[in-house]
């Protein structure tokens, strides 16, 4: 059985600013935990699991329609250093909503600091020798009742 394009899983590898910027609009308003977050120092890499919304899918105009969810697993290579700001590791799966990506460059174009930022206040901050950020689904998409709501200040 063939299945629709708008049925295909999302790989997409990001090495320059923009593609940072594409690959942080289809990871918007992800949820993931601290357990599902993992530094390897003797590979630079820093990886993380998470369930996003699957907004490239969403047929346009169609805003207040059905929007799917996901399990993807997200990537990042030559990583130097991780820290971390408002996160508490704990026991329990306490759930962080992933609000976006953003990249600062360093030196260079493609060397700088890559912030993961999470609502209420918490960040990951990568320091990064090149910029390289892997996204890859990795299970079937199922559809969610809920979505994200943002109160505009």
Same mark, same amino acid.
Do not use: K
């Given at each position: 059985?063939?299945?629709?394009?708008? !049925?295909?899983?999302?790989?997409?590898r990001?090495?320059?600013p923009?593609?940072?910027?594409?690959?942080?609009?289809?990871?918007?308003?992800?949820?993931?935990?601290?357990?599902?977050?993992?530094?390897?120092p003797?590979?630079?890499?820093?990886?993380?699991?998470?369930?996003r919304?699957?907004?490239?899918?969403?047929?346009?105009?169609?805003?207040?329609r059905?929007?799917?969810r996901?399990?993807?697993?997200?990537?990042?290579?030559?990583?130097?250093?991780v820290?971390?700001?408002?996160?508490?590791?704990?026991?329990g799966?306490?759930?962080l909503?992933?609000?976006?990506?953003?990249f600062t460059?360093?030196a260079g174009?493609t060397?700088?600091?890559? !912030?993961?930022?999470?609502?209420?206040?918490?960040?990951?901050?990568?320091?990064?020798?090149?910029?390289?950020?892997?996204?890859?689904?990795?299970?079937?998409?199922?559809?969610?009742r809920?979505?994200?709501?943002h109160?505009?200040?």
């Open positions: 059985m063939t299945r629709a394009v708008n !049925d295909e899983p999302l790989l997409l990001a090495v320059d923009e593609g940072l910027l594409l690959a942080a609009a289809c990871v918007q308003d992800s949820l993931a935990t601290i357990a599902d977050m993992a530094y390897v003797g590979e630079r890499r820093f990886a993380l699991l998470l369930d919304f699957r907004w490239e899918r969403r047929p346009r105009g169609r805003i207040g059905r929007i799917d996901v399990r993807a697993a997200v990537r990042f290579e030559h990583v130097l250093q820290r971390r700001r408002g996160l508490v590791e704990t026991a799966p306490a759930v909503e992933l609000l976006t990506l953003t460059p360093t174009e060397s700088g600091i890559i !912030d993961l930022v999470f609502a209420g206040g918490a960040a990951i901050r990568l320091d990064v020798a090149a910029l390289s950020c892997q996204i890859e689904d990795l299970g079937t998409p199922v559809p969610s809920l979505r994200p709501r109160r505009l200040h």
